[in-house]
């Protein structure tokens, strides 16, 4: 399926997702989870974003750890790209841990890189972070394998 990406301020006028894409509801469950976005780099590779909102809360008021394992998961995605090719994947491993908790209003980001490639597998090393009073708070390690899917 071909996405059709548009501007992620679309969703809102929060000035942190200028420059930032999302797929618009093209992928329900990274919409309804998210809106999860990303923005390509100049060297090619992309970082990934969301605001978190009280939907993305656990009952403690913390983002819930469901929620950053299913953005780093989108995340994967995104930092195989360029190297991807348009090829369908399927996320076949996936590990991560926990650093520190998110709030409230965290504009949550992702940045990692390919570690390698084969034929067939595609493993990828992410960091999920937000910047509070100028400090990078990780709050999620991860590691994942995406298996490419030959028609």
Request: with cysteine; charged share 25%.
């Amino acid at each position: 399926m071909r996405h059709n990406h548009r501007p992620a301020r679309e969703f809102g006028d929060d000035p942190r997702l200028e420059g930032y894409l999302s797929f618009h509801g093209e992928d329900p469950f990274e919409v309804q989870n998210g809106p999860f976005c990303w923005r390509e780099n100049e060297d090619g590779s992309n970082t990934c974003a969301f605001i978190a909102k009280h939907q993305h809360l656990n009952d403690d008021g913390y983002i819930h750890g469901g929620a950053l394992m299913s953005f780093a998961d989108f995340a994967l995605f995104r930092i195989s790209d360029p190297v991807r090719d348009n090829t369908p994947c399927v996320t076949i491993s996936f590990t991560s841990d926990f650093t520190a908790a998110g709030i409230d209003g965290d504009f949550v980001q992702c940045d990692g890189v390919v570690v390698r490639q084969t034929k067939s597998l595609i493993f990828v090393r992410g960091e999920v972070f937000a910047i509070r009073e100028g400090d990078r708070v990780v709050l999620l390690n991860f590691t994942g394998i995406l298996k490419k899917i030959r028609a």
